[in-house]
DNA sequence: TTATTTATTGCATACAAATGCATTTTTATT
DNA sequence: AATAAAAATGCATTTGTATGCAATAAATAA
């Protein structure tokens, strides 16, 4: 009898009867209990059935959900957003890149707003489909699967052809000499695009990301037109920022 | 019986009458009160259940999130899907299109499959990319909100140009004259361009699509390599479908 | 074909998990 | 505060599992 009989018989088993005992199976294929274990592992690493103490059990139907994005600090990041809402109006052509700042940002533009946004975020697309008068633009490439964005020349191609009124950049890094910064490379020639394709240039972040640098350079303070973070506009912290002439919110 | 046997008996008990008894359990199982608790402290860790003293009550509902996708019966499209598992091997190039019952598709495929993944459908997105040996690339284009899917020239553009082993394609309807239909017109172009781009076709839907109709044609059952159904290869309500020459699992 | 490698299987052994019991601690109720 | 029920804790026993190893079967190369 082939291992992959033997595997059929066990799903067909476990169909059956909603589970599936080791002993059991030994008797019933007349091998023993080892093999079994070293099958129903096998199946399980194929997310076939599940295995458990004794035997194994269908996949359990909860299936945890894996459109759950965890967003850290969250009520921070609304603080933030919530002062860059104003900047929003209608008819606008938008450009969004992805981090969880932009997808809180996301959440809360408000219902009623009419305007056009491209992202090459996964997450930030889910959210926006749930808009009512949103026109909706995702940005094709490769996906970087980890942070859920598209990524690559695709992306490049298709952000230099926009002619967008304002873009959201998320921000990495963001120090005085370097400006923008970030860790991965690709990452920062799509930003690079993403300015070049749009009138105006805002980027939200929290105060943690203020002089820190990354390998990756996007643009100097000045190519900024605004900054919006937690921080008063006012607060020390900002001085340097403030007499380099963005806009701080 | 198997501990998650008991696990599954617990939270169905627990469904019925809002609250379940550690000594009721333990005799209704034939059980120590011990191993109840024990069963009980583990499930409530998992948030399944609220141990409470003398027992364990439901858990506050949890809050629905936007990024849940709804899938209507789940359980019967995981029986057609894990049919078309069959058809996957490492290094294809595979187009999906979107629909719950792609989406349940690739929730399950292996997760030591190494494919390269082409898709439209964003949350058919999300899902491959928590998949550790896809390469995941995302069509963009305008999206159609509420399918959560990208429409259009730009999306039929790049589909052209793929050159795939394989294509997933979900049904709006089948039947023998005109084959596959869609009720938009959109969609419709983009799955010609899909069967095109494909050296092999795989259709999988739920038998209630079988022998219905909507305004745009797709393609020919002669196009189809395969279909996949919650039916039997051999049921009676193929039978035309059989004599059509496609390959029914 | 034969030789060599690789995969599969079963066994022995050491290890971990599950369970029930006795004992102590905690909790709820009067 | 007193009491009875429930829970926690430590322990012994049973049962299932992982691991290395040897024998065998299957696949591949020469």
């Known amino acids: 009898m082939l291992k992959a009989e033997r595997h059929q018989y066990i799903m067909t088993k476990l169909v059956e009867d909603q589970k599936v005992v080791t002993t059991d199976l030994a008797l019933a294929l007349d091998l023993s209990e080892d093999t079994i274990r070293r099958d129903l592992n096998e199946?399980?690493?194929?997310?076939?059935?599940?295995k458990v103490y004794g035997g194994a059990v269908q996949v359990s139907e909860k299936?945890?959900?894996i459109f759950d994005v965890y967003i850290s600090q969250e009520e921070q990041k609304k603080q933030i957003v919530r002062k860059a809402l104003s900047l929003l109006r209608d008819d606008q052509v938008i450009i969004m890149s992805g981090?969880?700042?932009?997808?809180?940002?996301?959440?809360?533009?408000p219902a009623d707003l009419k305007a056009t946004i491209y992202t090459y975020s996964l997450p930030i697309a889910m959210q926006l489909s749930q808009h009512p008068n949103i026109d909706l633009i995702f940005i094709g490439g490769k996906m970087q699967k980890n942070a859920m964005v598209t990524i690559g020349m695709d992306v490049i191609q298709v952000v230099s052809k926009i002619?967008?009124?304002?873009?959201?950049?998320?921000a990495s890094s963001i120090n005085i000499k370097q400006g923008l910064t970030e860790i991965g490379y690709e990452i920062s020639i799509v930003k690079k695009a993403m300015i070049e394709a749009s009138d105006k240039v805002v980027s939200m972040f929290s105060s943690d990301k203020l002089d820190t640098k990354m390998p990756h350079g996007v643009?100097?303070?000045?190519?900024?037109?605004?900054?919006?973070?937690?921080?008063d506009p006012n607060d020390a912290q900002l001085e340097e920022y403030r007499k380099s002439g963005v806009f701080i919110l």
């Open 43 to 50: 199946l399980d690493s194929k997310k076939l059935l599940e």
């Open 163 to 170: 002619k967008a009124d304002i873009c959201f950049i998320g």
């Open 99 to 109: 981090g969880s700042t932009n997808l809180v940002f996301a959440k809360l533009i």
């Open 63 to 65: 299936s945890a959900n």
């Open 219 to 231: 643009c100097e303070l000045t190519k900024l037109n605004t900054i919006v973070t937690d921080l």
